[in-house]
């Protein structure tokens, strides 16, 4: 039986891809899935190149040269334990088992620890770039076991996205869990980004009354600058789009409630059992739920007041102000994604490289942007920098952008329009360079009602007191 370099477990249109990418770039793959249906497809996409799909577990594993590497493409959670038991008698000591699913990192803390005990080899990679990605390069994140690494970064490196230097989007981040961790964070800055654009056009559309056509030429002009990011681009092209049943804008015609599959969410939540405010983060899954439900909004939008969205200003020039205020609303929400990745690692005792973490995301994944190289600059020029509105670029940046920040948020609050990333993110700019907070009378509060201590203005940090209110 010919032998071949990795296998692939899940041969959904991911999997698939992923596969074609691997088999391009020189590796020989053997594919294996449940479902016959599935089986078949990826049989005739296979055709005429050096891969194979197998219709039994046990030869699928009998196919693939020592040391075994068999990559995982299958639903996060309850999918990948079961998968890894059916695996566990066909594996022998140094084979590798690879996640590249969305597995919540404690999960993939879990599996790399069991599987190590029995001497086996684990990967928990993210992998970002959606199906396009897989197939013409993704950004990769693989964490583990670090024995496992040298086994498949010849594989991974070269499937990879890569940046116009050459450099691949793929680098070891860390040891048990940190590869889905970062994978997570990049989800939870990706849905504020997402939140941010969309506001930019909710205030563009609901105060400005511009059309869909209008907003594209913005869109695609904002990409010509240092908004330059694949969200940026292709919400100017769904701008552009015309629905074929009506002829109506796209945008137009789908309804207004957004979907989310819980990365925001699990980002969010660590975000607070770390202590890291990543503000703009929560709001932009709070704002997903929000749209949920609709109804609700429906039925509440016919008996509650608010202000009429007149504008009589300039209307080139809150464009411009808009501009600005996404620009520096989307630097506080990779500002508070770092923060976290920081926090994470002192928590885990995980070794991350944040210049090189931005760098895997500067092609192939979803918030590929221009200003990633900043942020790769920042932390080679600072790598122990405390946060990225510290650096002198981005703190340039927001000086440029706080004035049209501020009037674009004072605007839409006036207006009664919802902007919850872009005041999150402001909020978190003022609390952040804020030397004195009003912690103070919460902390009294506390000490009031629940005898929680306090400390003193007049006395060294770590000593508490207590009064008898």
């Not at 068999?70 to 309850?78: D, E």
């Not at 600058?225 to 919400?235: A, H, K, Q, R, V």
């Amino acid at each position: 039986m010919k032998q071949y370099d990795i296998g692939l477990i899940g041969l959904g249109v991911m999997g698939q891809n992923l596969a074609l990418n691997i088999a391009r770039n020189g590796f020989s793959l053997a594919g294996y899935d449940l479902d016959a249906g599935k089986q078949k497809e990826a049989a005739e996409k296979f055709s005429g190149q050096p891969m194979a799909v197998f219709s039994t577990l046990a030869d699928f594993m009998a196919s693939l040269q020592a040391p075994k590497k068999v990559m995982l493409m299958v639903p996060a959670g309850k999918a990948v334990d079961a998968v890894i038991s059916e695996l566990m008698p066909c594996l022998f000591h140094g084979d590798l088992v690879i996640d590249g699913g969305n597995s919540y990192f404690p999960d993939t803390e879990r599996r790399n620890k069991q599987l190590k005990e029995k001497g086996i080899l684990f990967i928990g990679t993210g992998v970002s770039g959606g199906e396009e990605g897989a197939l013409w390069g993704p950004s990769i994140m693989p964490g583990g076991n670090p024995d496992a690494w040298p086994l498949v970064k010849p594989v991974f490196q070269a499937i990879a996205a890569k940046v116009p230097d050459g450099s691949p989007c793929c680098e070891w981040v860390g040891e048990g869990g940190a590869g889905h961790f970062v994978k997570m964070v990049h989800n939870g800055i990706e849905y504020g980004d997402m939140q941010m654009i969309c506001e930019a056009y909710f205030l563009m559309e609901r105060i400005l009354g511009l059309s869909p056509d209008e907003m594209h030429e913005i869109f695609a002009d904002w990409n010509r600058g240092e908004l330059n990011s694949y969200l940026i681009e292709i919400t100017s092209h769904i701008m552009a789009k015309k629905d074929d049943k009506t002829g109506q804008p796209m945008i137009h015609v789908i309804l207004d409630t957004a979907g989310q599959k819980g990365t925001g969410k699990w980002t969010s939540q660590v975000a607070l059992d770390l202590g890291i405010p990543a503000m703009t983060i929560a709001e932009a899954v709070f704002a997903r739920t929000l749209s949920a439900i609709k109804e609700e909004r429906v039925a509440a939008s016919r008996k509650l007041a608010g202000p009429a969205a007149n504008f009589t200003g300039d209307k080139k020039a809150f464009i411009e102000m808009i501009r600005g205020a996404l620009y520096a609303s989307k630097i506080c929400s990779y500002a508070q994604g770092f923060q976290l990745m920081a926090a994470a690692a002192a928590e885990y005792g995980w070794k991350l490289n944040f210049g090189q973490i931005a760098l895997l995301w500067r092609a192939g994944c979803i918030i590929r942007a221009g200003f990633l190289d900043n942020i790769k600059a920042a932390y080679e020029k600072q790598p122990d920098l405390k946060n990225l509105l510290l650096d002198d670029y981005f703190q340039r940046a927001i000086d440029k952008s706080q004035n049209a920040w501020r009037k674009v948020v004072a605007t839409a609050v006036e207006l009664g329009i919802p902007i919850p990333a872009f005041s999150s993110a402001l909020s978190y700019y003022d609390g952040y360079r804020s030397a004195q907070l009003p912690a103070n009378l919460l902390q009294a509060q506390r000490d009031y009602f629940g005898a929680h201590t306090y400390e003193r203005t007049d006395q060294p940090r770590g000593r508490f007191f207590h009064t008898i209110w």
